[in-house]
């Protein structure tokens, strides 16, 4: 034999072991679970979802009318998402002002629901335009609920009986 061969060997065996090793221990960090394949993988946004549901070009066709949506609500939003945030961290201030934050918290509430409402004029007057069948496919997706994001800390497991 050789002598090259058992140093060759050794090194061989070495790399061998180390990527088991590796596999094993990027599988534990990952928490043992294989990922879902690409095509179970659904957005949590139930609007994205339902856009891709439709053809290519009724995609193209929507996603051309958003920019106007959001350079016109977007920053509204981003305003009343913040002033949300503001007053509950306001919360620990002394004297509390309870009446002053629920207008705080009503005031950014308006804000979005008039964002909202404006989408939802957006989406039915975009429906209108898609034929029948295509319409009916995307307003049953729109219904569909959203997909929960995953939570870490759960570990696949079987429900409990109390549970569903």
């Known amino acids: 034999m050789p002598r090259w061969l058992v140093p060759t060997a ?12 590796g596999a094993f221990v990027g599988l534990h960090m990952a928490g043992g679970r294989p990922q879902a394949p690409a095509s179970e993988v659904r957005p949590r946004n139930p609007l994205a979802a339902a ?11 929507w ?20 002033l949300v945030r503001q007053t509950l961290r306001g919360f620990g201030d002394e004297p509390f002002d ?14 979005e629901a008039q964002g909202r409402l404006e989408m939802d004029r957006r989406i039915v007057a975009f429906a ?3 034929p029948a069948a295509d319409r009916a496919r995307f307003g049953e997706a729109l219904a569909r609920p ?4 995953p939570d870490p800390r759960r570990v696949d497991r ?3 009986p109390s549970r569903p």
């Open 98 to 111: 309870g009446d002053a934050k629920l207008a705080a918290l009503k005031q950014a509430r308006d804000v």
């Open 146 to 149: 959203a997909q929960a994001p």
């Open 63 to 82: 996603r051309e009318q958003m920019p106007q949506h959001a350079r016109t609500f977007g920053p509204r939003m981003h305003e009343a998402r913040q």
């Open 10 to 21: 050794l090194f061989v065996s070495l790399a061998l072991n180390v990527f088991v090793v």
């Open 51 to 61: 856009i891709r549901v439709l053809a290519p070009e009724q995609q193209a066709a």
């Open 128 to 130: 209108a335009t898609l």
């Open 158 to 160: 079987e429900p409990s």
